[in-house]
């Protein structure tokens, strides 16, 4: 999705897009325009998929790190 009123997510930490999400949760049903509240939907949904996306990242990292660290844990002689 793109939207020309959202920067790059780069910039933000995952707080403040936890932020923006609950934010922009708050502002879409206290619009009472339906074509609003489609755009804030629209925005809002491009931050939940961020987020899920950065904790994908972050669940494969530890992932790679418990996969290393059992490697010297078995040892067969």
């Not at 403040?16 to 949904?45: D, F, M, S």
């Not at 931050?47 to 961020?50: D, G, N, T």
């Not at 899920?52 to 790679?64: G, V």
């Not at 660290?69 to 002689?77: H, K, T, V, Y």
């Given at each position: 999705?793109?939207?020309?009123?959202?920067?790059?997510?780069?910039?933000?930490?995952?707080?403040?897009?936890?932020?923006?999400?609950?934010?922009?949760?708050?502002?879409?049903?206290?619009?009472?325009?339906?074509?609003?509240?489609?755009?804030?939907?629209?925005?809002?949904?491009m931050?939940?998929?961020?987020m899920?996306?950065?904790?994908?990242?972050?669940?494969?990292?530890?992932?790679?790190n418990d996969d290393s660290?059992?490697?010297?844990?078995?040892?067969?002689?």
């Open positions: 999705m793109f939207n020309p009123l959202v920067d790059s997510f780069d910039e933000l930490t995952d707080t403040q897009v936890e932020e923006k999400i609950q934010e922009l949760g708050r502002k879409y049903w206290q619009a009472r325009n339906p074509q609003l509240q489609h755009q804030i939907a629209t925005i809002l949904e931050y939940k998929q961020e899920s996306s950065r904790r994908a990242k972050q669940m494969q990292k530890l992932r790679d660290d059992l490697d010297g844990l078995i040892n067969i002689s």
